[in-house]
């Protein structure tokens, strides 16, 4: 997603949660401060859409209850008081769900990500890439983490490789002939069928 501006104001859960629920525009919540997403632009979206496509495809069959999640769903980073909106997330099985301080169930912030995917664009580039996968890295559970660029063929995926001794190894891809590997759920998606889908933009 693309960030817009930060409100100065400080809100609660309960405010942030109230106000979102009727706002057209989405925010990530940062302990308090807002942080206003726009939209993305049609390369970005199409890669997106093309990319939990086909994850859903391989996972209802084989990899339930794993569930793949688009960026209508949060996820509550306790540790850091934030609530975030992932362009893809993949439970770690059946989603689980925030209960608010009021001990309400929300079924639209889970709290067990698995994998997050990010889409990158060039205002929040350096944020995915450098607090944002330390952030998630503090959800307990989370395994894997991919990044992907959506006008040019590149891929990095973080993989938690030794969770006793909190060891992460990452790949990067830049080819088209090459699989993107997600480790923690033993499948592959081929770059050339994500990006694929490119071609026809640059028509």
Same mark, same amino acid.
């Given at each position: 997603?693309?960030?817009?501006k930060?409100?100065?104001?400080?809100?609660?859960?309960?405010e942030?949660l109230?106000?979102?629920?009727?706002?057209?525009?989405?925010?990530?919540?940062?302990?308090?401060?807002l942080l206003?997403?726009?939209g993305? +632009?049609?390369p970005?979206? /199409? $890669?997106?859409l093309r !990319?939990?496509?086909?994850?859903? &495809?391989?996972?209802?069959? #084989? =990899?339930?209850?794993?569930m793949?999640?688009?960026?209508?769903?949060?996820?509550?980073?306790?540790?850091?008081?934030?609530?975030v909106?992932?362009?893809?997330t993949i439970?770690?099985?059946?989603?689980?769900?925030?209960?608010t301080?009021?001990?309400?169930?929300r079924?639209?912030? +889970?709290?067990?990500?698995? /994998? $997050?995917?990010e889409v !990158?664009?060039?205002d929040?580039? &350096?944020?995915?890439?450098? #607090? =944002?996968?330390?952030?998630?890295?503090?959800?307990?559970?989370?395994?894997e983490?991919?990044?992907?660029?959506?006008?040019?063929?590149?891929?990095k995926?973080?993989y938690?490789?030794?969770?006793?001794?909190n060891l992460?190894r990452?790949?990067?891809?830049?080819?088209?002939t090459?699989?993107?590997r997600?480790?923690?759920?033993?499948?592959?998606?081929?770059?050339?069928?994500?990006y694929s889908?490119?071609?026809?933009?640059?028509?």
């Amino acid at each position: 997603m693309i960030t817009a501006k930060t409100t100065k104001k400080l809100y609660t859960i309960a405010e942030y949660l109230e106000m979102e629920d009727r706002s057209e525009v989405r925010h990530e919540f940062q302990n308090g401060n807002l942080l206003e997403m726009a939209g993305g +632009i049609v390369p970005h979206n /199409v $890669i997106k859409l093309r !990319l939990g496509g086909k994850l859903d &495809q391989i996972l209802e069959p #084989e =990899k339930w209850p794993h569930m793949v999640l688009n960026s209508d769903t949060k996820v509550r980073i306790e540790a850091a008081n934030r609530f975030v909106y992932p362009d893809l997330t993949i439970s770690d099985g059946t989603p689980e769900y925030y209960t608010t301080p009021e001990g309400k169930t929300r079924r639209d912030i +889970i709290t067990n990500p698995l /994998v $997050i995917i990010e889409v !990158l664009s060039n205002d929040t580039r &350096q944020y995915d890439k450098g #607090e =944002k996968y330390e952030l998630y890295c503090s959800v307990p559970g989370f395994s894997e983490y991919i990044l992907i660029e959506p006008e040019t063929i590149w891929a990095k995926s973080y993989y938690l490789q030794d969770p006793d001794n909190n060891l992460w190894r990452h790949d990067t891809l830049t080819e088209r002939t090459e699989t993107l590997r997600i480790r923690s759920l033993d499948i592959g998606i081929s770059l050339d069928s994500i990006y694929s889908v490119l071609d026809k933009l640059q028509k």
